[in-house]
């Protein structure tokens, strides 16, 4: 058994000490959860650069003091410049991965900064100024941190997809990084200061704006200059299950925060669910596969939604879609699965507000295009799109690409709130089960609930595997009535970093907090 991280004031958790460490000391100088969570999410986009950068997106989920729920989307929409038409006249007939005609969606990252400040400031009494909250990402960024072997596997396995990018390259291949060896930004640190100077708008209309296209202008990407004038973040309206005893909480699309209410409300209607260790992956797994056919059929931006998203959070569905599993047989797969870079982070302060924040460049390290002046890497989110006419997800000018990153939270009726969630493309949604069920129906503490063997279906950050994967840590039984089912199998090393980095924090109605980080992660959780 792992033990948990209590306390009754304030808690942190993030996958990198730096950034979970830069959150607690904001709350225990008097800071609130949203001032700590923008601390940490500077941190995070310096020191995960394989997973993290200003040229990212950000998603919120919010519960305040007095029990108000508030869900912040900030995720770019495409370049007015990007349309089927410009990929097929350079004679490409998919969004690539990499390069400059992968980077074509407005970085939302400071814009959800800056929403959620200005909410902390009219709403929750906000005092941390913009200065003191990111204070240590410019200390960080300018005295450098040590590579951790997370950052030094990501530039040895992606070597070949950006070693070709120069300014990327220059950056981080001009030198060996190995674990242990220092890495600084000075350009990233005198953006921060920027910030500071000028406001977090000055990214999209300002100082850093100008720097940031003074580099785009030496590239082929087609980010325009009005794209990032016309962007801002906003508020969105929280998606919602209801369950015997909690209402459990995600973001609307474009994020596939649906997906996530689908798997529990399947398994809402499986009795037999958590009858043996058998069952409770095997039904997991077929709720995943259920709800990804549905997520891959309809979920987009939605301004495009083809229906109503609640017309998928549906009693009936859940029945039915529930006696379609099969205790006996796995149902085939793979389908188009989705893979991508993120970092989860959670934070709950002493005067009642917490934070489930998500943050992500998509694949591990975006884009690979590399702006020095500013030392920002931006997001290949567009590699969402479709450029098939017929997808549901076709690429068009000002559009907001699907999602897999998602921040879940969940509020039960004894006044308990519990943030969750982990990084990984397709393992979102079913860590997210996984985590949430471990806790709520097998009683496992939070360090359990995560560090626990762990499976995986589907892709999800640096690979492109289609399979169901688990860690050698399961029992060789479980194993062969998994195969036995019909699951393809394959066996990973114990915590696994391909599981995801996973967090999770609960507050009870007396404030007491209880928090879990992921051992697969750099991560730690700290109170005070």
């Known amino acids: 058994m792992f033990q948990t991280i209590k306390s009754c004031n304030n808690m942190m958790v993030s996958p990198h000490w730096m950034a979970t460490q830069a959150g607690i000391d904001i709350m225990r100088n008097g800071g609130n959860a949203i001032e700590a969570m923008i601390s940490s999410a500077a941190v995070i986009s310096v020191v995960y650069p394989h997973m993290n950068s200003l040229g990212g997106d950000n998603f919120w989920l919010i519960n305040t003091f007095d029990q108000k729920l508030i869900g912040i989307e900030a995720t770019g929409f495409s370049s007015e410049k990007a349309t089927i038409y410009f990929y097929n006249s350079i004679g490409l007939k998919q969004i690539p991965g990499r390069g400059d005609f992968s980077a074509i969606t407005v970085p939302g990252v400071v814009s959800g900064w800056m929403k959620a400040y200005e909410y902390s400031l009219r709403k929750l009494n906000g005092k941390k100024s913009l200065e003191e909250i990111l204070d240590p990402a410019i200390q960080i960024a300018n005295s450098g941190f040590s590579v951790t072997s997370t950052l030094e596997k990501n530039l040895k396995s992606k070597k070949s997809e950006l070693i070709n990018l120069k300014e990327f390259s220059n950056k981080y291949y001009s030198n060996e990084l190995i674990e242990g060896s220092v890495i600084k930004f000075p350009e990233m640190a005198e953006t921060f200061k920027l910030l500071v100077k000028n406001g977090l708008d000055d990214f999209y209309r300002g100082k850093i704006f100008k720097k940031i296209f003074s580099d785009i202008k030496k590239t082929n990407c087609i980010l325009t200059e009005n794209d990032f004038k016309s962007f801002n973040s906003r508020f969105v309206e929280p998606i919602q299950l209801s369950l015997d005893d909690c209402k459990v909480y995600n973001l609307p699309p474009p994020t596939q925060g649906v997906a996530s209410l689908l798997i529990l409300g399947i398994l809402n209607k499986l009795k037999h669910k958590c009858e043996s260790e058998f069952n409770f992956i095997h039904s997991i797994v077929e709720a995943t596969k259920k709800s990804f056919i ?47 870079d993120t970092v989860w ?49 076709v690429l068009c000018p000002r559009r907001r690409p699907f999602h897999t990153i998602q921040p879940a939270l969940a509020k ?34 939070l360090q359990d609930a995560i560090n626990n063997p762990r499976w995986l279906l589907g892709k999800t950050w640096g690979d492109d595997v289609h399979n169901l994967r688990l860690e050698k840590r399961f029992d060789d039984k479980i194993l062969k009535r998994l195969i036995k089912a019909g699951h393809e199998i394959q066996l990973v090393d114990d915590f696994d970093e391909v599981m995801g980095h996973a967090g999770a924090i609960v507050t009870d109605q007396y404030g007491n907090k209880e928090a879990g980080f992921d051992l697969r992660s750099d991560g730690i959780a700290l109170g005070n």
């Open 294 to 340: 549905l997520r891959d059929k309809y979920v987009t931006d939605p301004d495009y939604m083809r229906i109503n998203i609640n017309d998928l959070i549906n009693d009936d569905l859940f029945s039915k879609l529930a006696n379609e599993i099969n205790y006996k047989k796995a149902l085939e797969w793979p389908i188009t699965s989705q893979k991508g």
């Open 345 to 393: 982070l959670g934070s709950s302060d002493q005067f009642g507000n917490s934070v489930s924040f998500i943050q992500s460049i998509f694949w591990e390290f975006g884009s690979g295009i590399y702006l020095p002046e500013t030392g920002i890497t931006l997001q290949n989110r567009g590699a969402s799109f479709s450029l098939n006419s017929k997808s549901h997800n």
């Open 412 to 445: 039960f009726n004894d006044g308990r709130c519990f943030l969750y969630g982990t990084m990984g493309g397709d393992g979102q949604p079913q860590t997210q089960a996984t985590i949430f069920l471990r806790y709520k129906e097998l009683k496992q503490n």
